[in-house]
C-alpha cells in the first residue's frame, strides 16, 4: 500500500506544479531574419524560435527580471532582462530580453526598474507585430 502512495505522491509532484523556471538564457534560442512587411511598408526582425523554447511554449513558466511601466495607464509592463536604462527599448539588447505580461486583473502597478519574479503561461509570438516576441499570459507577480 505504501508503494501506491509514494508513487501517487511522486506522480502529483511532478505533474501537479508544473511551473518551470527558466533563465533569459533560456529566451536566447531564437534567431533573427529582417523581412519586409508590405502591409506595414516596413521591415521587422521576424523571430525563428529553437527547438529549447518551442518546448516552453504554452507552458507556465517563472521568470525574474525588471518591471518596465512602458503605459501604466494602460496596464502595459514588460519583463526585461535589464532595468530600463540598458534595456532592449533603449536600444541595448534585443527583442529576446523583454517579455510583455499580460495580467488577469488590470488593477496592478509597478515602479520603473521594480525587480520581481513572474509566473505565467508562455506564449511564443511571430505575428502580431504590435506585440513582443514573448508574452506572459495570466501574469502573476511576487515581488
Not at 511532478?14 to 533560456?26: L, P, R, Y
Not at 518546448?55 to 518596465?68: K, P
Not at 527599448?89 to 488577469?104: A, Q, R
Not at 520581481?116 to 515581488?143: M, P, Q
Request: proline content about 3%; some cysteine.
Amino acid at each position: 500500500m505504501n508503494k501506491y502512495l509514494i508513487l501517487f505522491m511522486f506522480i502529483v509532484s511532478k505533474f501537479g506544479f508544473s511551473q518551470t523556471q527558466i533563465s533569459w538564457e533560456d529566451l536566447e534560442d531564437v534567431e533573427f531574419s529582417n523581412i519586409y512587411l508590405e502591409k506595414e511598408d516596413q521591415n521587422i526582425l521576424y523571430p525563428h524560435f529553437g527547438f529549447n523554447v518551442r518546448e516552453l511554449d504554452n507552458q507556465e513558466v517563472i521568470l525574474s527580471g525588471y518591471i518596465l511601466a512602458i503605459d501604466p495607464k494602460k496596464g502595459y509592463y514588460v519583463l526585461s532582462k535589464t532595468p530600463f536604462a540598458s534595456c532592449f527599448f533603449c536600444g541595448k539588447g534585443g527583442p529576446e530580453t523583454v517579455v510583455e505580461l499580460s495580467f488577469d486583473s488590470d488593477k496592478v502597478s509597478f515602479f520603473m526598474d521594480e525587480f520581481a519574479t513572474v509566473r505565467g503561461v508562455l506564449k511564443l509570438n511571430a505575428d502580431d507585430t504590435y506585440r513582443c516576441v514573448y508574452i506572459l499570459e495570466y501574469a502573476k507577480v511576487s515581488r
